[in-house]
């Protein structure tokens, strides 16, 4: 990280969760860097376009057109080069099979997107400040969900 410049990446076909979640960056005290992608085969093509410097963390919505979240973990874990990315899903499912899903497939956290700015402020901030490889040797189902 550059200058601890926070480098994140969020993939959401939704302007409005783009829009509050580019909101809730802007009112934290964090030094970040956001880019925003539509879709998951737009992130897939960033990620592994050459000159491309990989974030910090990935921000990965589940349910996307032409390539949804779950294919995309997929396809970040089985990358060499993508493997060790921090994934975050960040979606608006509570089911227990999605959320099931990407902890099997090796994502970092599971988060319910807040419908409250305060609480999505509070997440994100909580969620970029952790140390992820640190924080996923010790990975297990119960403190894989992010509850507020």
């Known amino acids: 990280m550059a200058d601890n410049i926070i480098q994140i990446l969020l993939a959401d076909d939704d302007p409005d969760d783009r829009l509050f979640f580019s909101e809730a960056f802007e009112s934290t005290s964090l030094r970040y860097k956001l880019k925003m992608l539509n879709d998951g085969q ?76 305060n609480e999505l402020k509070r997440v994100l901030q909580k969620v970029v400040t952790v140390n992820w490889q640190f924080h996923t040797a010790n990975l297990n189902k119960e403190t894989f969900m992010l509850t507020v």
């Open 42 to 117: 737009e992130l897939m093509d960033y990620l592994l376009h050459p000159e491309t410097t990989l974030p910090s963390i990935v921000f990965l919505d589940l349910n996307m057109p032409r390539k949804n979240g779950i294919d995309c973990l997929k396809e970040i874990r089985a990358d060499e080069k993508l493997k060790n990315l921090s994934v975050a899903i960040y979606s608006t499912s509570s089911s227990t099979e999605d959320i099931d899903n990407a902890f099997i497939l090796g994502a970092n956290i599971y988060i319910k997107k807040p419908n409250n700015f």
